[in-house]
């Protein structure tokens, strides 16, 4: 049992900045990939960010020079620091991980958070 955690989500000026966080706590042995998700309403969920257990990072191309995400292994967190943000920013949040758990013969399980709203006004 795993489970994801949001925070920092709310409403912002076009031009201003909000920080995700995602504290991912249960039976977890070690996390390979984590991540950021959105869904706008009528969309999909589309990628926002993804950073591997060793740090490599992907991102959107709609949100990169603007974007940072960053995890802290230890605490089984990661970060999504947004900047410059803009109307169609506008999304819930979800937090993404695939997660080792303690029985580790056993295949990583991915899990997602149950999603944070982001709101900016123009």
């Known amino acids: 049992q795993v489970q994801l955690v949001e925070s920092g989500g709310g409403l912002v000026q076009a031009g201003g900045f909000l920080r995700l966080s995602c504290a991912a706590s249960?039976?977890?042995?070690?996390?390979?990939?984590m991540g950021w998700y959105r869904q706008a309403p009528g969309k999909q969920r589309d990628l926002v960010a993804r950073?591997?257990?060793?740090?490599?990072?992907i991102y959107a191309d709609s949100v990169k020079g603007r974007f940072t995400i960053s995890r802290d292994n230890a605490k089984n967190t990661v970060y999504l620091q947004m900047n410059s943000l803009k109307p169609e920013d506008t999304a819930v949040y979800y937090c993404?991980?695939?997660?080792?758990?303690?029985?580790?013969?056993?295949?990583?399980?991915?899990?997602w958070g149950q999603g944070t709203q982001v709101t900016v006004s123009s």
């Open positions: 950073i591997t257990s060793g740090g490599s990072t």
């Open positions: 993404y991980a695939q997660v080792m758990g303690v029985m580790t013969v056993l295949p990583p399980i991915d899990y």
């Open positions: 249960g039976s977890i042995f070690s996390i390979n990939d």
